[in-house]
């Protein structure tokens, strides 16, 4: 969604509200496509605080199915969106990339609500989801999903170093 700013920058002191939604229904970045759960809206509050200095401020979760680091079964991820930023109208495009300014949701006299929520969910995006703390993984010989049971694999020729760990827990066993 584009949203018009130029109304808002003749007057110094007065501000606007939106209520903005991601677009589409996934989110789509380097690291893939990921589907939305449920979209709420955030309320978002653009302020003209003087001398063509906008105050974006918002807060508001957008819930994304990401895949289980190890298992690959899709875990639900609530980010909790809390925006923050100060755009200086006064600054070209040009000057605003010179500046390696990070507002790359200005385009000219328009707020690129879209751009602003994407950069918004990428620095929240987590190093590792896990469908739970102790989550088994998936064979890395067959695939089978380890959470629902053993496969039949042959364990017998294991990594060397995790067979020192089963020779462990065998040890554990017999005390
Ligand atoms: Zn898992
Ligand atoms: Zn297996």
Request: include cysteine.
């Amino acid at each position: 969604m584009l949203i018009d700013l130029s109304k808002i920058l003749v007057h110094e002191g007065i501000q606007q509200k939106a209520e903005i939604l991601p677009e589409g229904d996934k989110f789509s970045c380097k690291l893939g496509d990921f589907s939305y759960a449920d979209k709420f809206p955030v309320e978002l509050t653009i302020a003209h605080t003087g001398n063509q200095i906008l105050k974006i401020t918002g807060e508001g979760k957008v819930s994304v199915w990401i895949p289980c680091s190890r298992c690959l079964e899709p875990v639900l991820h609530t980010f909790f969106i809390q925006i923050d930023e100060e755009a200086d109208m006064k600054l070209t495009e040009q000057e605003r990339i010179e500046a390696l300014d990070e507002s790359n949701f200005i385009q000219g006299k328009q707020l690129d609500t879209e751009r602003l929520l994407h950069n918004e969910i990428l620095i929240r995006w987590p190093m590792r989801v896990l469908c739970k703390e102790d989550c088994k993984g998936i064979c890395s010989r067959c695939g089978a999903n380890l959470n629902q049971g053993s496969c039949d694999c042959d364990t017998a020729d294991l990594d060397p170093r995790m067979a020192v760990i089963s020779d462990i827990f065998k040890n554990f066993k017999e005390v």
